[in-house]
């Protein structure tokens, strides 16, 4: 069964505080992606990537930054912590030929105090 | 810029009636739209649609797409209480970008 596994459900950090967000997917796929959702605002992209090594800035990459160094992993860092982060984190991944098609995480719910 | 709207924003009824949920989009490079039910956690794949009338169908579900209007619908008929969730649309571009997505609630 495909799987897409984020590592934490639920964080709580201070502002200014680094903040690392794990994604790992059993799947095999190449396209990996990390998206916020906030109430009435849907899910926005932050970044994405479709190979090993390689990432591309979504619609909201301000504050964050992304690592990819092995397939399965797409990690998301948040290098100082800010209120205005608090959120629902996706990530997704899906095969290269088939962008559309995302199986998504559980997400992680993150809180900035 | 690329939007993806979609209507109503939220939605109740009762079990029993049917539902129809928009989505319309002014993209450049489209590639196709997608829809995605999500519960309480993890969105699901619904349906990815391509081409202009051709109507995708699962169970109580079907939805299909206009390409020359730019907009998509998805129905849902006898609604059950199951069905109550936030159902997002998507278009493929280069990447992906979703609408707001619309929180139906169906009542027992």
């Known amino acids: 069964d495909v799987k897409v596994t984020q590592s934490s459900r639920y964080l709580v950090k201070r502002t200014g505080e680094k903040v690392f967000l794990e994604c790992v997917q059993d799947m095999d796929h190449e396209n990996m992606f990390w998206y916020r959702q906030d109430p009435g605002l849907g899910l926005r992209l932050i970044y994405f990537s479709y190979d090993v090594k390689m990432k591309e800035k979504g619609d909201i990459p301000e504050g964050y930054s992304v690592s990819r160094e092995k397939k399965e992993r797409f990690s998301l860092i948040l290098e100082s912590a800010s209120t205005n982060q608090t959120s629902m984190y996706l990530c997704a991944s899906s095969f290269y030929y088939r ?3 995302l199986f998504f995480g559980e997400g992680s719910r993150l809180t900035v105090l | ?5 979609q ?6 009824v009762h079990e029993g009636d049917t539902v129809t949920l ?3 989009y002014e993209v450049t490079n489209f590639r196709s739209l997608l829809w995605y039910k999500q519960e309480k956690k993890a969105p699901t794949f619904l349906f990815m649609l391509t081409s202009s009338g051709i109507e995708k169908k699962s169970g109580r579900l079907s939805s299909i797409l206009d390409k ?3 907009f998509s619908i ?6 059950q209480t199951g069905d109550s ?3 997002l649309c998507a278009v493929e571009l280069g990447d992906m970008r979703f609408g ?3 929180r139906l609630t169906v009542k027992p």
């Not at chain 2, 810029?1 to 709207?5: A, C, G, H, P, T």
């Not at chain 2, 209507?7 to 109740?12: E, I, Q």
């Not at chain 2, 998805?74 to 609604?79: D, E, R, V, Y």
């Open chain 2, 74 to 79: 998805l129905n849902i008929t006898a609604t």
């Open chain 2, 7 to 12: 209507s109503p924003l939220s939605l109740v």
């Open chain 2, 1 to 5: 810029e690329d939007k993806v709207v």
């Open chain 2, 68 to 70: 020359k209007e730019l």
């Open chain 2, 85 to 87: 969730a936030v159902y």
């Open chain 2, 100 to 102: 707001a997505g619309t």
């Open chain 2, 22 to 24: 928009n989505c319309s």
């Open chain 1, 99 to 101: 962008l559309g098609e």
